[in-house]
């Protein structure tokens, strides 16, 4: 455990990389094997897309790097932080910090989002896909990526976390963006057992429904019994009856170009046109 958490301590810029493209590349190949939905869109245009927000949250999260690391330096030499009020060995640390950053640095500000007027704007930015697919997992606008790292270096000094477990988590994080973004075919009791504990494929989908109560759940990151806890959690019985896409931007020009998915923060704010009744799309609360 003590040399994983060197290794991320140091953690080679190759080795990002390879998470963040490797694991694109994987999931896009298990979509064309194993699809969920059989899509009709432009699967290159739509990745050339959302791949540039991909790179804008790469940027910026490289860009502010230096601020994590020194919140992360600072909690750490004065042992500030939930990790230091009862003595752990390593093991429970790693386990306790990387819950804690992900209740904090992830279920939290996703449900702010959602809450939050202004923040829900920018955040709508990754529900108006129409297409969900594993390129749609850091389909998140600029402004977006600012606040979801002011969040997690809030969750860092909260917590207490190293780096090496500050950047493990994040690791893990980009992983899970593209499991359960990716448009897979995931057996059903597989997926059903797994979400106990972790967000799957299918528990996510049903955020990415297109209008409410559904947009309003499982909001969780990398575990998914934030949402269980939080009473926010729900499942339906056929993933595929689920409609993507936000409810009022369903029109191409303001879901499917740049220029627009920029601006939408700056936009007048759209009320939601109302709760979606379907009979063939029953839900189940937890």
Not at 30 to 45: C, D
């Amino acid at each position: 455990m003590e040399d994983l958490i060197v290794f991320f301590e140091n953690v080679p810029t190759w080795f990002r990389s390879l998470i963040l493209i490797g694991g694109i590349v994987i999931f896009w190949v298990f979509e064309g094997v194993l699809p969920l939905f059989s899509f009709q869109y432009k699967k290159i245009r739509h990745a050339g897309l959302n791949l540039f927000f991909t790179f804008t949250t790469a940027i910026i999260g490289f860009g502010l790097a230096g601020v994590l690391l020194m919140a992360s330096d600072y909690v750490t030499t004065h042992q500030i932080g939930l990790l230091y009020l009862i003595e752990m060995p390593l093991w429970l640390q790693v386990i306790v910090g990387i819950l804690l950053l992900d209740m904090i640095g992830a279920y939290f500000i996703h449900w702010t989002e959602h809450k939050v007027k202004w923040m829900w704007k920018f955040h709508l930015v990754h529900h108006s896909d129409t297409t969900v697919d594993v390129t749609t997992g850091l389909r998140h606008h600029p402004g977006e990526t600012v606040f979801r790292i002011a969040f997690t270096i809030l969750a860092v000094m909260v917590v207490g976390a190293p780096m090496g477990i500050v950047m493990l988590y994040q690791s893990l994080s980009v992983l899970f963006a593209h499991i359960t973004h990716a448009n897979i075919n995931m057996p059903a009791r597989v997926d059903k057992l797994l979400s106990f504990v972790f967000v799957t494929p299918n528990m996510h989908k049903v955020h990415h429904h297109f209008t409410q109560p559904l947009t309003d759940t499982n909001y969780g990151n990398i575990f998914s019994f934030w949402d269980r806890i939080f009473g926010t959690y729900a499942s339906v019985e056929d993933t595929r009856s689920l409609k993507y896409g936000i409810d009022t931007h369903m029109k191409p020009e303001e879901n499917d170009r740049l220029g627009n998915l920029l601006g939408i923060p700056f936009q007048a704010y759209r009320t939601p046109s109302g709760k979606f009744s379907d009979p063939n799309l029953k839900e189940q609360k937890a």
